[in-house]
């Protein structure tokens, strides 16, 4: 994943060092997807790339780059979101799978549909981790249709500037 400031941060255990700014940080595996989108609905769409964005803080997104793949794209992305505020500001990664490049789609003029999107509760202890298979939903007229998997896991890490 990229962040748009570039930062460059390195991992630390308990040891502080002075004169350093320390975060709590979101490390981040995103390994794929499973069952994301249904071809038959849109017959005519053939080429499908995908794309995660994700965030905690919504003026903070990341994006993977995009992958080929019709049903189950694999991204084996990993990145950290730095958590500038307490814990209890930030209280879920937002994610989102994105379908780019896909000018044939019906209703979108920037080649840009939101497949699925899930709100998943971040770890509340130093060091805790999540890890497992998260249920995505997309929206189908007025409601939400339940519909493919992301498969991730994050861990709540101190990080420094270097």
Do not use: C
């Amino acid at each position: 994943m990229e962040n748009d400031s570039n930062r460059i941060v390195s991992r630390i255990q308990d040891e502080i060092i002075p004169g350093r700014k320390v975060y709590l940080g979101l490390h981040l595996e995103i390994l794929y997807a499973e069952d994301i989108d249904n071809p038959s609905i849109h017959p005519y769409v053939l080429n499908r790339e995908y794309r995660l964005a994700v965030w905690v803080d919504p003026n903070e997104e990341f994006s993977t780059i995009p992958v080929e793949g019709i049903l189950n794209p694999v991204w084996n992305a990993s990145g950290v979101i730095l958590l500038k505020k307490f814990l209890e500001y930030h209280t879920f990664l937002n994610v989102e799978v994105l379908r780019v490049n896909s000018m044939n789609d019906p209703g979108t003029s920037s080649g840009v549909v939101i497949v699925g999107k899930v709100k998943i509760p971040l770890p509340t202890v130093l060091y805790g981790e999540k890890v497992g298979r998260f249920g995505l939903v997309r929206e189908m007229g007025e409601g939400f249709k339940v519909e493919g998997h992301i498969y991730l896991s994050m861990k709540l890490r101190k990080y420094i500037y270097v």
